[in-house]
Structures are given as C-alpha cells and as structure tokens.
C-alpha cells in the first residue's frame, strides 16, 4: 500500500466523523447503529452508492470511511479513490468492509487507496473493535508482544512505540532464536508465553519470518486465532505477498512501517482473539 494511504496523522477527534458506504439500507444500519453505540460521541452520515459517496466528500470532511466493495454504481475502490482526491481528506483511512476482503486479501487485489480491509464473517462484534482500533486505540493490559527483528535500530523505536501503549514486548533478533524461545515456553508451561508474534520477513540468519510463521501454523499447530502473526515486509511482490496470506500470516503490515497502523493491526487482533469466534449459522 503507498505511503498516503497509510497516513493516519490527522486522526482522531474525540468526536469522530465517519462515513458508511454499502448498497444495503440495513447494512448501513446495523453498521451505523453499531459505531454510534460503540463510540457515543461518533457523528455517522450513510451513503448508498459511490455517486452519493463523492457528494458526501464534497460536503463534508471525515476521520474514517468504510465501504462495501459491491456498490450499485461501482464498487469499493472507487470510494477509496474518491476520497484520495478529495481536497483535505486524502489521508482519511477507508476500510473496505466485505465478506470477499479475504479472499481479495489473499489475491492482493485490493487498491493501495485502501488502508485496511474487515472480513464481515468476523461479525459486527470484531468489527466494532476493528473500527475502534482506528479511531481511540487503547492498551490492552498485560498483553504480551514476540517481536522478531534483526535492526536494533528499528527494535529500539518499535519496542518503545508498543511499550508506551502498554503491551509488554520480549525481543530477539533472528528467526532460530524466536523458534527456540517458542518451543522453550510450551515445554515449560504449555503455552507459548505470548499473545501475538510480530515478526520481520527477513532476517539475519538462515530462516527468515516465513519460518517462524510456518513454525507456529505447522510445527506448534496454532490457528490465526489461537495466536496471531504480524509480518512486516518491503517487498511489492503481490504474489510474495499473497504467499505469505495463505500460509498463514493474520496481516501484513507493510514497509516503511506507519506507527499507527502497526499499532492499530496489533491491537485489532489481540481484541479479535479475546472475542468469542462466530461460527457457521450464527446470527
């Protein structure tokens, strides 16, 4: 994603504004009805399609904006663009909200004018915390961070970002040692000591992140939820990164990293894993 999108330096209020595209009257509702609930001071203003999206831009400036992707006019990514165009806002984050987000994440078709994409299978209850994650994101006491990165440079300034928002964060340099100081946690306490592994893609050493992620995924035989990974990477490569969505990675976050948004993803997750999981039929 380009730098642009990724710039959230102009959020948040504490009465943030936001604006809900999707083609569904009632979706738009349970969405709207959900952000107000959740963030009482919030000021919501709905739009149905990307033409009514461009004339809210118009009219009004905003700290967020989520679409759908299917829009009785266009789709999603227009939205996202539209607001990139608009005078003052291009550094609004738009969040795509979408039950093919996964799937579009897994591709990496989604737009570089997208900040962030939300699954609806996780249901509103994710998505609520999602969106806060955004717009107030608050520590999460005694969650515990694996930070995996071989720049003591870039540890040093990562480690203190996540510690002043209270996450506690255990730190090693290279895959093998992130491996071990894993399998040593489960053999002594039967768990892995940590609530969710942040790790560079590539690392001094033989193994790389990939590693580690195949490691916790394959080896250890823990789910996305059970105990989320963040991969940090420079690579472009739609595919490299698409490899490492299937292979098991929760999000990546992409480099030159945005402090932000790093912190937005880690907390999203450690919210999503404390969140009862929504199963197939459930309302």
């Known amino acids: 994603m380009s730098e642009k999108s990724h710039d959230l330096r102009h959020v948040v209020s504490d009465a943030p504004r936001m604006l809900v595209v999707d083609g569904s009257k009632l979706v738009r509702k349970i969405i709207c009805d959900m952000l107000i609930k959740e963030l009482p001071n919030a000021s919501v203003k709905q739009a149905e399609s990307v033409a009514d999206a461009r004339h809210a831009l118009s009219t009004d400036v905003f700290d967020l904006v989520t679409t759908s992707l299917a829009l009785p006019d266009g789709d999603g990514l227009a939205v996202a663009h539209a607001v990139r165009e608009s005078a003052g806002q291009s550094y609004v984050p738009v969040i795509v909200v979408s039950g093919e987000a996964q799937a579009r994440l897994e591709a990496r078709t989604l737009s570089e004018e997208v900040t962030d994409y939300f699954d609806k299978s996780l249901g509103m209850g994710a998505l609520a915390a ?154």
Not at 132 to 146: D, K
Not at 159 to 164: A, D, G, P, Q
Not at 224 to 243: C, F, H, I, Y
């Open 130 to 283: 999602f969106i806060r994650g955004f717009v107030h994101p608050e520590p999460i006491a005694g969650a515990h961070i694996f930070y995996v990165e071989d720049s003591r440079v870039v540890a040093h300034a990562t480690k203190k970002m996540l510690k002043s928002h209270g996450l506690e964060v255990t730190h090693v340099t290279h895959a093998e040692a992130a491996i071990e100081w894993l399998d040593e946690r489960i053999s002594q306490t039967g768990t892995p000591g940590c609530d969710l592994v942040l790790t560079d893609l590539y690392l001094t050493g033989q193994l790389t992140g990939k590693d580690v992620l195949d490691h916790v995924r394959h080896r250890l035989g823990y789910s996305k939820r059970q105990l989320p990974v963040l991969v940090m990477t420079g690579d472009e490569n739609a595919e490299n990164q698409s490899e490492l969505i299937r292979a098991g990675a929760n999000d990546l976050v992409l480099k030159p990293i945005e402090e932000r948004l790093l912190l937005t993803k880690a907390l999203f997750q450690l919210r999503l894993c404390a969140l009862p999981e929504k199963h197939p039929g459930a309302a």
